[in-house]
């Protein structure tokens, strides 16, 4: 701290750090600190921004330039940038992209503050929600759940931990799922086709989710259509939760 305070620096800027800052270095810079969050604020304040809006399905995020206070996220917003969520989307995908856009409008924001044309607005507290991190035991998911929610799982739980599930024993984890029209009355978890291109599972809502990408325990991750070559995978098998 002593060394910042040191510089005598006239802004300071977070980035991807999930810790609350004391007041007394958010004093230290002349026009005080901001933060490039990863989300459209008041919406997923937190540690998990992108992962909770995929796993939640939300078709819209981005990146708010923030002013940084004590807490957590709560700071009044300088800018901020839109980016649509793809239904196949995945939270790398996503993250990558609002990465290269927080590097552009952080630019914008500076200048404006340099040249004293920046404005903020107070964020809107009625429509706060939060982005719990992400956790190992969120991967083991419940086939019981509907299609939809598996999908957006398989797509938000990445690069880690992944949705993970067992196989004649063996665990799996899952990179790439699709939803399709198809519906089943089978039990959820059932393998209701395994064919090389149409690895298929029922859900607890009847619907049918397409498995595109698979990873066995301690191989590297591969198409459905390579799993299946190497491994005979019945209909009417199951896939546990793992």
């Known amino acids: 701290m002593g060394r910042m305070a040191a510089l005598g620096p006239d802004v300071g800027v977070v980035a991807a750090y999930g810790k609350l800052l004391p007041e007394s270095l958010l004093q230290i810079p002349r026009l005080g600190?901001?933060?490039?969050?990863?989300?459209?604020?008041?919406?997923?304040r937190g540690a998990a921004p992108v992962h909770r809006a995929v796993i939640a399905g939300d078709d819209i995020t981005g990146v708010?330039?923030?002013?940084?206070?004590?807490?957590?996220?709560?700071?009044?917003?300088?800018?901020?940038?839109?980016?649509?969520?793809?239904?196949?989307?995945?939270?790398?995908?996503?993250?990558?992209?609002l990465a290269e856009m927080g590097a552009e409008v952080l630019i914008e924001v500076l200048d404006?503050?340099?040249?004293g044309k920046a404005s903020e607005t107070p964020q809107d507290e009625s429509l706060v929600t939060y982005a719990a991190k992400i956790t190992k035991a969120e991967g083991a998911v419940d086939w019981g759940l509907p299609a939809e929610r598996i999908h957006n799982l398989v797509r938000g739980l990445q690069p880690w931990p992944l949705v993970s599930?067992?196989?004649a024993g063996t665990r799996v984890l899952l990179h790439r799922t699709e939803l399709t029209q198809a519906v089943s009355p089978d039990r959820p978890g059932t393998i209701v086709r395994a064919e090389p291109d149409r690895f298929e599972v029922v859900a607890g809502d009847g619907h049918v989710l397409r498995i595109r990408t698979i990873q066995p325990e301690g191989r590297r991750a591969m198409s459905a259509r390579e799993y299946l070559a190497g491994r005979h995978v019945p209909p009417g098998a199951r896939i546990e939760r793992g």
Do not use: C, Y
């Not at 600190?33 to 997923?44: D, E, F, G, K, Q």
């Not at 807490?71 to 969520?85: M, Q």
């Not at 404006?112 to 040249?115: H, K, R, V």
């Open 33 to 44: 600190m901001i933060n490039v969050h990863a989300s459209l604020l008041p919406r997923w």
């Open 112 to 115: 404006q503050m340099a040249s």
């Open 165 to 167: 599930g067992r196989i």
């Open 64 to 97: 708010t330039i923030m002013r940084v206070v004590k807490e957590l996220d709560a700071g009044a917003a300088f800018k901020a940038v839109k980016r649509v969520i793809g239904p196949d989307d995945t939270s790398v995908e996503v993250e990558r992209d």
